[in-house]
């Protein structure tokens, strides 16, 4: 038995059972043999499927982990956190259960993924030795022998063995445990050796001298940019994604990652979107080696522009649209489109800045109000039932007598969505007060039946 | 002292003040109401397009910022071409908007975390030149910032709008700091067009234009935006005395 889930957990399997012992115990078991090739293969895969859609440099890290330095690749995602929730969102849609967790360095990343994220974990930046502190020793990925040793000597944690002087453990179990314990605290470099697809367009240059200037990288930045534009073009493709990988002179690698909407080829579109994320590499003594690749690149379809001189064209705004994608993430720029609902909260949704344009939207039979609160606020009123509009009302401290209203408008609940709406109602009611602020408020309820609400008053929005 | 040559002169740095202070605009590169009051105020006689406007709420609406969004959609709406809104808060309800004329395909909406990124999408929409026009929600805007984004602006069709909200109702009193921006409005709720039944009548704000540049400040009392965007000089209506609470008959009868 080599692995174990949550579900054969459950039923009392463990890691390392013989086969005969889980046939007792699981009586119709289904039984194939292990195939060490291919798990390693399939992990290269989801690598690989990773590199595409989340940060530039991915491993494999053998047995059953990946590890990813997402520096300079989780703005796009709008953050860290979301970064890590989309990742094993994903992953849980396609039935693989993950966890992730994000750190300082691989040893503490490896470690806190393993023993503490549940699923997700990120570590503070510039933790040190607290986050993995509690953790036990073979959270450090040392051979089983040695860990082994340890044990029999009454280590356990990580900080027992951080406790004690380095030289006598070192002469004892040799160096593999001085080399983890760096590795895990962030004082020993680890460069990962980030997975390649075999059919990427790549360019390369490596410099005689390394170079650290802004204006340097951004000078070569544009003629790397050129090479991989005439590359895409043997090939009829457009970059969809690109990879600015810069190794450094201590072997680091940093990363900036940019994304566009469609398929672009434009060299000046390519170098503005890099250039503007310059400032986020750190050269450190000098980056000796660049490799911009298109980790995402889809064939571009060639179109006609119309003469301007019989009709009016569109702009083409997708470089606008990219260019801020990629100053405030993919998720925060959108368009909203009506979802045919008459609960007001729902019938927006959002979608792409550039999907295709449709003419739908919503019906025209009710003013709407300009500004609509996330939580309706209850407010306190006076109200003739069942179908008058309030007298007055306080709204957050301040009593209004309303002057004038219009409704109810009457919206039903959606019982195919919730079995609680299957009777609820809300009724709608357009007011205004004598200044002339004009407010949305609805009673839950339609004032007969107590089963249709609670009766109570709500503002869901503020009219122009 | 007028001799032909002293009078060409004269004429000549007319011109070029004139130029400087932009009034030579061609007539189609302003936007008009359609409110003959209204555009000949102006100068160039409407909103003038390739230029920074500021538009900010009166009372509540200076925290809501309700009437203010429905001004600048209706002048959106009237423009030809994408619309690019940049937000900070998602509070913002779409089919108002439609209902204001701006059809939901036409906006585009960014969600930035702070008013310094709104700003900085702001100017990248405006140097692009490929929008109709350009609405951000912004608290702060100094002159440093409106002269970046007049600049950004110049020389485009697309007109910039910065529709000043804050979060506390204090905090309004810094719309009176001065800024480059072309005009400057404030919008205010009224109560609706009376109606001689119960109900409420189309919308009515007080749009004060507080400063144009090369221009006068004046207010005037219009209803609010239809579906295609325009405002309305109100009609009196014949005011017929109603029954006292005459509206407690119910609102939907």
């Known amino acids: 038995m080599l692995a174990a889930d949550a579900a054969a957990h459950a039923a009392g399997l463990r890691v390392g059972m013989p086969v005969a012992k889980a046939q007792i115990i699981v009586p119709a078991l289904i039984i194939k043999d292990a195939d060490p090739a291919a798990d390693v293969d399939a992990l290269d895969r989801l690598a690989l499927w990773i590199l595409q859609r989340f940060a530039p440099i991915v491993a494999a890290d053998p047995p059953d982990g990946i590890v990813i330095d997402s520096t300079g690749a989780d703005h796009l995602h709008g953050g860290e956190l979301a970064m890590l929730d989309a990742l094993i969102g994903r992953l849980a849609m396609s039935g693989v259960a993950a966890r992730a967790a994000i750190a300082d360095s691989w040893g503490a990343a490896h470690a806190l993924a393993r023993y503490v994220a549940r699923p997700t974990f990120i570590a503070p930046p510039g933790h040190g030795a607290s986050a993995i502190a509690q953790l036990p020793l073979e959270a450090l990925r040392l051979p089983a022998a040695i860990s082994g040793d340890l044990r029999v000597l009454g280590f356990e944690h990580v900080h027992d063995i951080r406790a004690q002087p380095r030289a006598p453990l070192i002469l004892r179990f040799g160096p593999e445990l001085g080399r983890r314990l760096d590795q895990a605290l962030g004082q020993d470099a680890e460069p990962i050796e980030p997975i390649r697809p075999p059919d990427l367009v790549e360019v390369r240059r490596a410099f005689a001298e390394p170079i650290g200037a802004a204006e340097t990288i951004a000078r070569y930045v544009g003629k790397l940019v050129i090479d991989l534009c005439a590359a895409l073009e043997d090939k009829g493709l457009g970059a969809r994604r690109l990879d600015l990988l810069c190794r450094r002179v201590d072997n680091r690698m940093q990363a900036v990652r940019v994304g566009t909407a469609q398929p672009v080829r434009d060299n000046k579109r390519l170098t503005r979107l890099i250039c503007d994320r310059i400032e986020t590499i750190d050269p450190g003594f000098g980056i000796e080696a660049m490799t911009l690749a298109a980790t995402i690149a889809e064939p571009l379809v060639r179109r006609q522009l119309m003469s301007s001189l019989v009709e009016e064209t569109a702009p083409d705004i997708s470089d606008l649209v990219d260019t801020l994608a990629n100053r405030v993430g993919e998720r925060a720029i959108y368009r909203i489109a009506p979802v045919s609902s008459d609960v007001p909260e729902r019938s927006v949704c959002r979608i792409p800045a550039m999907a295709p344009d449709s003419d739908a939207t919503w019906p025209n039979h009710w003013p709407r109000p300009a500004r609509l609160l996330a939580r309706p606020e209850p407010i306190e009123t006076v109200a003739l039932l069942p179908d008058h509009p309030p007298v007055s009302f306080t709204w957050r401290g301040i009593r209004r007598r309303v002057k004038r209203a219009d409704g109810p408008e009457r919206v039903f609940g959606e019982w195919w969505k919730r079995d609680a709406e299957l009777a609820a109602v809300r009724d709608y009611f357009r007011i205004e007060d004598d200044a002339g602020e004009r407010y949305w408020v609805y009673r839950s309820g339609d004032g007969e039946d107590a089963s249709t609400g609670s009766h109570r008053w709500y503002l869901h929005g503020v009219f122009g | ?253």
């Open chain 2, 1 to 253: 002292m007028s001799t032909p040559a002293s009078h060409l002169t004269v004429s000549e740095l007319r011109e070029r003040i004139a130029r400087l202070e932009g009034h030579g605009r061609r007539a189609k590169s302003v936007l008009p109401f359609g409110i003959i009051d209204l555009d000949t105020r102006l100068p160039g006689g409407g909103l003038a397009l390739g230029a920074l406007h500021e538009v900010a709420g009166g009372g509540n609406g200076a925290v809501d910022g309700a009437a203010a969004a429905l001004f600048a959609a209706g002048v959106a709406a009237r423009t030809k071409g994408k619309v690019l809104w940049c937000i900070t808060r998602p509070d913002l309800f779409a089919p108002a908007l439609a209902q204001a004329g701006l059809a939901p395909a036409r906006a585009i909406y960014v969600e930035a975390g702070d008013d310094k990124t709104v700003l900085a999408c702001m100017e990248e929409g405006l140097r692009h030149g490929g929008l109709g026009a350009v609405v951000a929600e912004v608290g702060r805007l100094t002159m440093t910032a409106s002269r970046r984004l007049q600049l950004a602006a110049e020389g485009k069709s697309t007109i910039g709008i910065a529709l000043r909200r804050w979060r506390r109702q204090t905090e309004a009193a810094d719309f009176g700091q001065p800024t480059a921006a072309m005009t400057r409005w404030r919008v205010s709720v009224l109560p609706s067009t009376p109606l001689p039944v119960p109900g409420v009548g189309r919308h009515r704000w007080l749009v004060e234009l507080i400063r144009a540049r090369a221009g006068e400040s004046a207010d005037f009392e219009l209803e609010a935006c239809d579906d295609t965007g325009r405002l309305a000089l109100p009609a009196d209506l014949v005011h017929r005395p109603a029954a006292a609470e005459g509206w407690r008959r119910g609102a939907s009868a």
